[in-house]
């Protein structure tokens, strides 16, 4: 009988071959590393899956990418952010009745116990009890520019600024004019100063029934003043001074000498630079395009808080700072996202000492916004950035801002579109789960940073948590979920109980998961008709589970007991070693070649070699275990 001759088993390595002792071993080369945790069992404890999670927002908004230090920030919210492990509808903002006038609105001030504002030039004067204001009582010469109230030769005043003109009244009904170039009006020191913004000359006067006493001079380009305020001096003893804000920086005035004096604040020109510029806690809060500086005169010291920070604000509510109030708890921006081409006359108010505003011009286009900031990103501050009220319309400005406590209720007051607005600001008790008489909105939302897989890799979404406090069966809390940089939401589910209830991603009914690099998480609080009711999210959370690229290793027993394919154990020896000091990856396989499914690239594992030596001294025979695996 003709005799059967068994292929020799070999492996090819690097272009060598080289005889097996035994079988080949495939394993998977590519692993999720375990997980050691000390501590109780939870999701984070999970042999293979990992969490995300939120328990509230107070960082704010302005994050688009999730980064785990920065892990209490949203990237844009309508819903108020401020409260520790809460996060409900933001406070109620109440349309007032339209005025029988119309036009944008100029100003919004206090005299005695009533509001005023301006539509176009004409002034009405607020009903709370009626929601209404009345017939006009003055017509100004021109639109606002900037108003405050204060104690002006021993009776309390409202002055209103129109750039041509200013007019004042001590009682809401009975007005006076003086004809002096004024822009921008400030109470300092028992007299009231103006400044014209396009010759730059500083006014005073202490009886307007007198005049205006010209003074100093502030010396730069037309139109390059653009507010006049208090504020702290350098001196940390001495009362503020008065400084005006250009589109360049702060001058401070020198009372003795009639002047005006550069500051230790300079910055880059901006057409908006220094709008509504105003004392807040100590510091000086400079509003710069979309930025805003805070600036301390005793230490010197310069800080950028505003919204710009982080990745900013998205594309539609972007813009200029052209109004700010300031709050017991909040310092309040009003934000001009223009993008038509359109200029009118719109006013900016703020308030301060003596209830001072101010106007600016604005592009009359975009979808405006109204800013508050707790003074900073936990646990060095309160609370980041949040959006008090947020128009759905192009072709308004958030403009004025004013705060007062008329009508035994401490609010925000401003204009938009021709009509004027407020909400109620808080003055006491803040936690959402202990206040039964705040008014809340209709509803809100709040979209998540995009949560990218460390590594940049696929992984797994396997489960959404989602944890509220609802009062009422009206009450809802619902989310949903986009992938991959792509903003189209698909719906979760929607609480409208309290507690905590799992939403699996399926497939077909199946809970198969969802693949993903990136998730961004979309929650909509809405409550139902009573207002004294919201819904609160209280834990949002995602599970997810990490993929791997999948990567053969093999385990190749060399048998080097004998020479092979005319090389001697030596030499096969010494191609062993190269092999294992090669840094690139080579060609690998074990079966017939042809087929390229059956060819590997891989690098050496070389803490894994092993080798079994047969004899001492100069023998170098031996079998060895050789491990490869593939790196991509």
Known sequence: MPSITTPERFASINGTKFPLAGNVQVFIASRIPDKYVLGDFGLDTHPFLSPVEWRDFRGGIGKDTYEAEKANKAWWSTLDLGHRGHTVLQRRPVQTAAASSTGAVGFIGEIGTTVLASFGTAVHSYDNSTDGWGSSVRTLANAATDSLTAMINGTLTLVVAQGTDIDWTTDGSSWNRDTTNIDYVEFWREFLWAIDATTGVLYFSSNLANGFTADATLRLAAESVTDLFVGPSTEGD??????????????????????????????????????????????????????????????????????????????????????????????????????????????????????????????DAGYPTILGWAGGEPPLGQGGWEVKWGSGSQGQSANPLFVSNQYSSYRLWWG????????????????????????????????????????????????TFLETRNPTSSDTVAVAYATNFVESFTTLGTNSSAGETPYNFTSGGNNTGLAFRALRYRVTLTRGGTNTNTPDLVKLALAYKRTFTFLKGFRVPLDLTRSFGGRSVKELRDLLDTVLSTATQMEFFYRDATETEDVFYVTPIPSDYMGIERDTGRNQEGTHLLVLAEAI
């Not at 604000?313 to 972007?318: E, G, H, Q, Y």
């Not at 039964?436 to 509803?443: F, K, P």
């Not at 709040?446 to 590594?455: A, E």
Request: no cysteine; aromatic share 10%; charged share 15%.
């Open 238 to 363: 001495v009362p503020g001074v008065l400084y005006a804000t250009t589109t360049r920086g702060l001058y401070v005035y020198d009372v003795g000498n009639s002047r005006f004096l550069e500051t230790g604040f300079i910055v880059p020109y901006h057409p908006n630079n220094g709008r509504g510029t105003r004392t807040w806690r100590g510091n000086i809060y400079y509003p710069a395009g979309h930025a805003l500086y805070e600036y301390n005169p005793v230490t010197g010291t310069v800080r950028v808080v505003g919204p710009d920070r982080d990745d900013g604000l998205p594309s539609d509510r972007r813009g200029s700072v052209v109004a700010t109030a300031a709050s017991h708890s909040n310092f309040l921006i009003g934000i001009d996202s223009t993008t038509g081409s359109t200029v009118t006359l719109n006013t900016f108010p703020s308030s301060g000492a003596g209830r001072h505003h101010h106007a600016v011009k604005a592009v």
């Open 416 to 463: 938009a579109g021709g009509r004027v607005f407020y909400q109620s600001l808080p003055t006491d008790i803040v936690n959402p789960s202990q206040v039964t008489t705040t008014q809340y909105d209709t509803s809100g939302t709040l979209d998540t940073p995009w949560f990218v897989v460390p590594g940049n890799q696929t992984a797994v979404a396997m489960t």
